[in-house]
């Protein structure tokens, strides 16, 4: 493999006219990291210290040719990671010769390529004839698929929680089989979405265990007797046996034989001289071993320097030390949640994907959790109300978005009638709030929502009371899933947060108390996934002749900003409230499950004889 090239200055003069900061620091290095998310792709670009120096980003394609399909295009998601590459790079004045690596991050979103020719193959039946080659995460097309895979309680299963999502690649693979041309489907070859662009950025095959792990049913070599890591056995039984032929070629291989694999931000390889061009940088930077968006995330939030007390950190680590993160949950909040926590030995944890082995740092495991729907929950429910309208008409009066003017309508109800806290307001209203299903701990997308204290208030306070108790929703959903990864067998004692969410304090607050666990903010609140991708890209960078890299905790200490705590709260009142509200939050998602399953043994019965019932 070709080893990064370190690109010779340009002349002083002109780099120093260019950057008039560079005067201060003429040989400085910088990183980027791309994060592909749903609806954009970004640049990021950091120095050697972390600090971020140049941010772009470009709204992407998304397509949706039926209800539940969701499609985007390689072709299209290049053009715009090279579009915020060259601004992030021109806004700021940075030359790219001091670029020394780029990396990837990614929804975990399949991408399908023409073996033959390398370019895109259509996912868009029944023809099959555009460029949109990307299966996004959330498109639910193969749930047939899904439930075949599911019934062979295959033993690879116990690696993704017990069940494979519907979000998961495989059975994404498994719906073209049954759907493409089979002569068409024999041409094609499957990426997680992150190794796409480290392919198209270097042209090998080079694959991540973060993609393949999480996301495609690998499971790395030596762990419960895998050998190949791809498991045949599973393949064949699902009707996927022809990508067994010659070494899982079309899936990328067999390491060490017709493939390699690697953690987070190895060295893949070199940035190529057409992909160099297309994004204005040198060619033979280093590039780095990409991340599912969720993972990208921990990288860029449980390094954050902190004060934790000793009841949050291991008496038995330096304070610096990658066993710290054994207690961090990564908690990386948008349309929806994603809880990733390491840990030093394989967890399993019912409705919880994972363990996985490898994926972040060699050796270690990472479990996944999450929430289907927070950031949209709250849109959601704020958008349906009769209120809403009213509420964005003032909210715009006053220059503030509608969270901000809610959280500020709630602190004057709550003035208004003297409570002690803004959690006392919402003391008779409970809300459950599962409306896109449940992606942990139950594991079960047919969960739905319910709510008790409903009452006839279609003013702008009923919005801000239901908009409250779908904040303390998400905060009580997350201590359940705490406390079913610490009753596995995690020891979960902090919760570093990314996203937009992190700007809502009354959010994070509830966050912290009703977890009774502090929660970290980053410094970047908006481009933490981002900048733990150009940490990775520092990684690569750091290859020496040998391909070795410098240790990614390592780089994530010295280049992590310190981040802001928030503590649960000390009123005890408050807190009682809270566990009384939790205890009737476990009864909701209960409850539920047991009507739902006595009303279907009844109209299971339907239609049927006296003696079919029998």
Known sequence: MALPVRQPYRQQSRQMSTDPHNELNPHMDHYIGIDVGTGSARACIINSKGDIVGLASENIGLWQPEQGYYEQSTNDIWRCICSSVQRALNQHSINSDTIRGIAFDATCSLAVFNEETDEPVSVTGPKFDNDRNIVLWLDHRPAEETQKINSTEHNLLRYVGGTMSIEMEIPKVLWLKNHMPPELFAKCKFYDLADA?????????????????????????GVDGSVKGWQGDFLEEIGLGDLCEDNFRRLGGVHGVNGKWLSAGELVGTLKEKSAIELGLPAGIAVGSGLIDAYAG????????????????????????HEQ????????????????????EAVFVPGVWGPYRDVLLPGYWLAEGGQSATGELLKFIIETHPAFQQAMSTAETYNANIYDYLNEHLRDMQAKVDAPTVSYLGRHFFFYGDLFGNRSPIADPTMTGSAIGLTSD??????????????????????QIVEVMNKAGHKITSIFMSGSQCQNDILMNLMASACEMPVLIPRYVHAAVVHGAAMLAAKAASADKSGKTEPLWDIMDRMSKPGKAVLPTKDENEKALLKAKYKVFLEQCNTQQTYRREVDEVIGTWGKTDADKK
């Open 298 to 321: 921990w990288v860029g939030t449980v390094g954050a320097k902190v004060k934790l007390s000793s009841n949050e950190l291991s008496q038995s680590s330096a304070h610096n030390s």
């Open 458 to 479: 279609k003013t702008v306070d009923g919005l801000a009371l239901f908009y409250y108790g779908t904040m303390e929703f998400i905060a009580l959903q997350t201590r």
């Open 325 to 344: 993160a054994f207690g961090r949950l990564a908690a990386v909040a948008g349309t929806s949640t994603c809880h990733v926590a390491m840990s030093p």
């Open 197 to 221: 662009f480290t392919h198209m950025a270097t042209g090998n095959e080079n694959r991540s265990f973060c993609s393949t792990v999480c996301k495609q049913g690998f499971v790395p070599v």
